[in-house]
């Protein structure tokens, strides 16, 4: 048998020990939260999603929810800027132009600058553009799901959320075992890779050099219930033959000696298997799919914004609006309402409100039995596209409009702004 050096013992270690990032990102609630790890780069980047895929001591690999990059202008080898058509934009990418007020252009059309950005390590696509008070003061945003691969040399810290009160009767727990045998159970909510762990217990908070770490341990929280059920990933663990193990990670071992650094799985079936931690190449995690409803059931969106039901009162013969919200969009761009299922098939149209003033002096915009007709707007288009009904209005001018139907008295109203 081949004997091992101290050296290369010491570079196993070391690869295992990185490996303690795993375990962070691993999440420990329930099956119906999956909430995602923040990654802090040593940039100042930070990247918040689930990690996909692991090759321990190398990089991971995370699919985003939400990012934000900092590019040095020196690190650039290359940048595309392009003008997005507001109408082009994804879903995600309208709300958050509408609500950062980052789209530009006029009457005429309006767009939002992206850019796609290559460095020596990474690349990002179809990102925008954000300067800020804080440093760093200029970052490149991601909103939409995109996978990236991460150096592991290039983070600085990885941080998790404590469970909610309510979380903690179902999930997975962390138990972080030290010399001595000394346990803590709870969350590990911040890492420094290869460095230390910190372990959020339901009495204290408690950093963790990652040389003391001795055994690191997934439980389920209710001691009745089983881990492999608890868990709302799987893991599968591709080894240096080519074969590959699938179940959950329960143990991993980081003890000085080879035979010491191990990995162990549940399987589906309830049986243990220990992988040798020099044999693993990478780590894969799938996590269960949940669907939502994008639209909630019987409600009317303006470009992806859900609007609350009018508020009307009539005064001498005028209808006359009386709320004191109403959602505002610029004007130039498309004005798209839709609802789930067939609501906005019947025959909607768009009222081009006047001002007005109610019997106690107060101002707004309402209108008569007349002009309910003369001021009528037909939609430029109607649609029905996967369950979801839309209509659509082509460059409004500035003004208020109430979206009606003759044969329903709900309504609703938007602003037109310049």
């Known amino acids: 048998m081949k004997s091992i050096n101290f050296t290369e013992q010491m570079k196993i270690l070391v690869k295992f020990i990185s490996a303690l990032v795993a375990l962070v990102l691993m999440p420990c609630l329930s099956a119906r939260a999956q909430a995602p790890s923040t990654i802090v780069m040593k940039n100042g980047s930070t990247v918040v999603g689930h990690i996909v895929l692991q090759r321990p001591g190398i990089d991971i690999m995370v699919k985003t929810e939400k990012a934000a990059f900092v590019v040095e202008e020196d690190k650039q080898t290359s940048i595309l800027t392009k003008n997005v058509k507001y109408e082009n ?63 592991m040399s290039d983070i600085s810290c990885i941080k998790r959320v404590e469970p909610t009160a309510k979380e903690r009767n179902s999930g997975v727990d962390d138990e972080v075992v030290i010399a001595g045998n000394k346990t803590y159970k709870g969350t590990i909510v911040n890492q420094v890779p290869g460095k230390s762990m910190t372990v959020s217990t339901a009495d204290e908070s408690v950093e963790i050099p990652a040389s ?64 040798k931690a020099s044999d693993i190449v990478e780590i894969r995690y799938t996590y269960e799919e949940k669907q939502h409803d994008i639209y909630k059931a ?28 109403v959602f505002a969009f610029p004007e130039g761009m498309v004005i798209t309402f839709k609802s789930a299922g067939t609501k906005l098939q019947g025959d909607w149209y768009l009222i081009a409100l006047d001002n007005t003033t109610t019997e106690d002096g107060t101002s707004t915009q309402g209108y008569t039995a007349e002009t309910r007709v003369s001021n009528a707007i037909k939609p430029s288009n109607t649609d029905m596209v996967d369950g979801v009904s839309s209509i659509n209005y082509v460059y409004l001018s500035p003004g208020y409009y109430a979206l009606a139907n003759d044969n329903m008295s709900d309504t609703y109203i938007i602003k037109i702004k310049k």
């Not at 992806?304 to 709320?323: I, P, S």
């Open 89 to 151: 934009l994804s879903r995600q990418w309208k709300r958050w132009a509408l609500t950062k007020n980052a789209l530009q252009g006029d009457a005429n059309g309006r767009y939002l600058v992206m850019y796609d950005i290559k460095t020596k390590d990474y690349t990002y696509t179809n990102v925008a553009r954000v300067e800020r008070e804080k440093t760093p003061k200029v970052v490149y945003v991601q909103i939409m799901p995109e996978t990236y691969k991460i150096k």
């Open 212 to 275: 003391k770490v001795y055994e690191v341990r997934k439980v389920a929280r209710v001691a009745s219930d089983k881990l492999y059920e608890q868990s709302d990933y799987r893991n599968t663990i591709v080894l240096k033959d080519g074969s590959q193990k699938v179940g959950v990670i329960e143990v991993q071992r980081y003890g000085k000696l080879p035979k010491d650094q191990y990995t162990t799985l549940v399987m589906a079936d309830g049986k243990n298997v220990k992988v």
């Open 298 to 325: 019987g409600g009317v969106y303006a470009n992806e914004f859900l609007l609350r039901k009018a508020k009307t009162k009539v005064e001498n013969g005028q209808t006359m609006y009386v709320d004191k919200k």
